[in-house]
């Protein structure tokens, strides 16, 4: 299964971490936050255009990742977008 995020999808798109802490494969267009998520996410492609997107599925869709290589991916995922490390960086940032 893969996702996607639309240009118009919310500023920090929950339904991008939730699926890249799963491994999943992630096509996502460049909008609010998805960028700097997909970015750091080893299965994930930020794309801009709907080429570019058609592109990427494409590719996607006949070279799937491992077994392996997605739980390495989640795993990877899951500490980067650790709430506390966000938390702290919210205290930081109001010297708390």
């Known amino acids: 299964m893969f996702y996607s995020s639309l240009p118009y999808t919310e500023g920090y798109p929950n339904v991008l971490v939730e699926a890249s802490a799963s491994g999943t494969p992630i096509v996502g267009f460049e909008a609010g936050d998805s960028k700097l998520i997909l970015d750091a996410y080893d299965l994930g492609y930020s794309v801009r255009y709907q080429a570019e997107f058609i592109n990427r599925l494409d590719k996607?869709?006949?070279e799937l990742p491992s077994k392996d290589q997605k739980i390495r991916?989640?795993?990877k995922q899951i500490k980067q977008l650790d709430f506390s490390i966000t938390?702290?960086?919210y205290k930081?940032?109001?010297r708390l």
Do not use: G, R, S, W
């Open 73 to 75: 991916a989640a795993q």
């Open 92 to 94: 930081e940032f109001i």
């Open 60 to 62: 996607l869709t006949n």
């Open 87 to 89: 938390v702290n960086e």
